[in-house]
């Protein structure tokens, strides 16, 4: 039996002599990931310039099963843009997917929000290039995504970290606040585009204080 949600069985099925033992599978580690994204790269056709250890450095938090989705997302990719074999760029695009849905290009941006937007992110990745102990920036995009986000950057640990310094949680909150920040000085006014920002920001403060 397996099960994502073992608080909401009978207790009936956990007593002596039933489903009384229980093991956890927790989400890979990195070297983890890396043998995952092997195991679904097998009987593919993948270029020779793919780095299996490099994406498993940017998927901290996937499982397994979003290991395969991304393989089997950048396959089918490749096949749409008739390529020969599975490529970085097509992986680049299939992670970005698994996070945020596919790219939304039909939807129209004015020019003036597309600066904001880039000024938005850019103010992201200052914050974490500046300050120190934070999270390498790995990619910025303003790219629409069907999840409503329109654009995103992307840090990645250095590790995989156990343990937070509370210096550590300060430099993602200014962090997070880097966005608005950059859009009150470069277009002198705020906008909606960093709602989800706030509330990240305070739902890790609150959990830092409680």
Not at 80 to 102: F, V, Y
């Amino acid at each position: 039996a397996a099960t994502n949600r073992d608080d909401v069985l009978d207790p009936a099925l956990l007593r002596a002599g039933r489903f009384d033992r229980q093991i956890t599978v927790n989400l890979p580690d990195r070297k983890g990931r890396e043998a995952i994204l092997r195991v679904h790269a097998r009987g593919k056709q993948i270029d020779p310039s793919v780095d299996f250890s490099n994406i498993a450095k940017r998927t901290t938090g996937f499982s397994g099963a979003d290991l395969a989705n991304v393989i089997n997302e950048a396959a089918i990719l490749a096949v749409r843009e008739n390529k020969d074999t599975i490529g970085t760029r097509e992986i680049d695009e299939a992670i970005d997917r698994r996070i945020a849905g596919p790219a939304k290009n039909s939807r129209s941006m004015t020019e003036h929000e597309r600066k904001q937007v880039a000024y938005h992110e850019a103010g992201h990745a200052i914050i974490g290039l500046t300050l120190p102990y934070s999270d390498k920036v790995e990619k910025i995009t303003i790219v629409p995504r069907t999840s409503g986000a329109l654009g995103y950057t992307m840090q990645v640990d250095a590790g995989e970290k156990h343990l937070m310094s509370k210096q550590e949680m300060l430099n993602r909150i200014a962090t997070l606040t880097g966005g608005r920040a950059a859009e009150e000085i470069m277009c002198h006014t705020v906008t909606t585009g960093a709602s989800n920002d706030i509330e990240k920001a305070t739902q890790l403060a609150r959990e830092m204080i409680t």
